[in-house]
């Protein structure tokens, strides 16, 4: 039987049902757990950092959604150089979006170059060099915070022909929005701290994939560093996913709405949302994904005006992350990022569609 998402959603990862059990159990709180006193042996949990039933029912979830095995981790960035440093050895070369998450290239610009890891740099929107050589392509798509998107089965193969592995950063589109494995991708990485828990409370990161080897390698370098969820962060982020399909549908909604108003004004410019006709992604993602994200993008100028345009504004909160059930907004540049000053990544909420829309031109026509 094959569900739609509303239905997947509110039943992934959890157990069968039993009578006098809830739903989703509570967070187990352990660090050990009892051992068999005569022998030692430990059942499915022995210790906290490579055993928790919470986390074990989160990756259930995340691993239906993405169609694969999940592990989570702490965060993104945790998921995502657990990839990096356990496929990468020196003399690797790794191509990672030139227009993709900061952090991920300034940890390559500092830890992998001194680990003798070369970097290519490669624009979501292409074009695509030859991979000849490359251990690793990580793509970003749609990519953050430009919001170029690529074709995941036309990179993955072009890819795989030349012996690269492939991984896909799904943080943007959600398991919902897009499903990179099968598209072709070997492995997807993704921060658990955006859309996918929503509810800008609770940090997370997994690495999805269908390769027992490569998880396998993924699962004790985890064990290795450590880098897990709590349980009760692990507990939220399952409990949330429940409203994915919702919340996504009231976002992407809002985004459509957001997204007109502003291609319509003649003081806001570069507006890119990959559901526009007109937006350069707008055919690729059409194809490929399932659903668009609420983020939208455009330029304002200059700092000055980004100010104004925030202070003036009643349900658009300044914040950096995004995909939250609250409307925010971010002026990547404060963060050093390369976009221009006037660059702002838009993040629609949950919000009544009327409402935000009124609460935008106020606050635009005020900036
Ligand atoms: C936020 C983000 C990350 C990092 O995730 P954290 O949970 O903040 O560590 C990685 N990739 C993308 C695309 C992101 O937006």
């Known amino acids: 039987m094959s569900y739609s998402d509303g239905t997947r959603v509110v039943h992934a990862g959890l157990p069968e049902a039993a009578v006098g059990d809830p739903f989703l159990p509570g967070p187990v709180f352990a660090a050990p757990y009892h051992l068999d006193p005569a022998d ?18 989160l990756e259930g979830a995340i691993g239906e959604l993405e169609g694969g095995r999940a592990l989570t981790f702490a965060s993104g960035q945790a998921a995502i150089t657990a990839l990096l440093l356990s496929t990468l050895r020196t003399g690797d070369t790794v191509a990672l979006p030139s227009d993709g998450y900061f952090t991920v290239r300034s940890f ?38 430009g919001l170029d998107v690529c074709d995941i089965a036309e990179v993955a193969a072009t890819a795989h022909a030349a012996g690269a592995l492939v991984a896909v950063d799904n943080t943007t589109a959600t398991p919902l929005g897009q499903t990179p494995l099968a598209l072709g991708a070997d492995v997807v990485v993704a921060s658990g701290t955006k859309a996918l828990t929503g509810h800008s409370d609770v940090l997370l990161g997994y690495v999805a994939a269908t390769d027992a080897e490569l998880l396998g390698k993924i699962e004790t370098w985890r064990k290795h560093t450590g880098a ?49 006709p007109s937006d350069p992604s707008y055919a690729v993602a059409s194809k490929q994904m399932r659903r668009i994200p609420g983020i939208v993008s455009f330029d304002l100028g200059d700092a000055q005006r980004v100010a104004r345009f925030l202070t003036a504004a009643s349900l658009v909160f300044a914040a950096t992350s995004f995909g939250g059930v609250h409307t925010t907004a971010d002026r990547r540049a404060q963060w050093g990022d390369d976009t221009s000053p006037g660059f702002v990544r838009l993040s629609c909420g949950i919000e009544d569609t009327v409402d935000l829309l009124a609460d935008l031109t106020a606050a635009l026509d005020q900036a």
């Open 228 to 276: 897990i969820p709590g349980a009760f962060d692990a507990w939220l982020a399952h409990r949330s996913i429940a409203t994915l399909d919702l919340r996504l549908a009231r976002q992407t909604g809002n985004a459509a709405a957001v997204a007109e108003l502003l291609a319509g004004r003649e003081d806001v410019s570069g507006v890119r949302w990959p559901g526009l």
């Open 40 to 57: 030692g042996q430990t059942g499915d949990n022995g210790y906290g950092r490579p055993d928790n039933p919470t986390r074990r029912r």
């Open 108 to 145: 390559a610009e500092s830890t992998l170059r001194d680990l003798g890891v070369r970097t290519v740099l490669v624009p979501t929107a292409g074009p695509y060099p030859d991979f000849t050589g490359v251990r690793l392509v990580l793509l970003e798509t749609p990519a953050n915070p």
